[in-house]
């Protein structure tokens, strides 16, 4: 089987949790080796930046949708997550902030939907 047969498959297999966690680990470990590249790697800095800014501000969206499911306490909390996450990814970008507390947020979210996936 080839490795995009096999991607399509296991996309088919995961749940909408297991989906958001395996994409929050990659845009997690995208930070994480941003965060460990030279400072003169802009591009790879940015482009990290930039993916993780647009899955909190898509799951924003998603939350601000009548129809989303999510408490109203949790919608409203990942809306203003997703409203920090802008602004810090900015402030990382004109190198006065480091991308460790986006990091860390990232790591909580994937901590909550691997105990939701675990616990079904």
Not at 13 to 34: H, I, K, S
Not at 46 to 60: C, E, G, K, P
Request: aromatic share 6%; charged share 30%; glycine share 4%.
């Amino acid at each position: 089987m080839s490795l995009r047969a096999y991607q399509q498959a296991a996309t088919r297999a995961e749940n909408p949790r297991e989906l958001e966690y395996r994409l929050f680990g990659q845009v997690t470990r995208a930070l994480m080796d941003a965060a460990q590249s030279p400072e003169d790697d802009i591009a790879k800095r940015i482009d990290a930046l930039d993916w993780n800014r647009r899955v909190w501000s898509a799951m924003a969206t998603d939350c601000s949708l009548p129809e989303n499911a999510l408490a109203p306490e949790l919608r409203a909390s990942i809306i203003s997550l997703s409203l920090w996450v802008g602004r810090h990814s900015s402030a990382v970008m004109r190198k006065e902030e480091d991308f460790e507390p986006l990091i860390d947020i990232n790591r909580t979210i994937m901590q909550g939907l691997a105990g939701r996936v675990e616990g079904g």
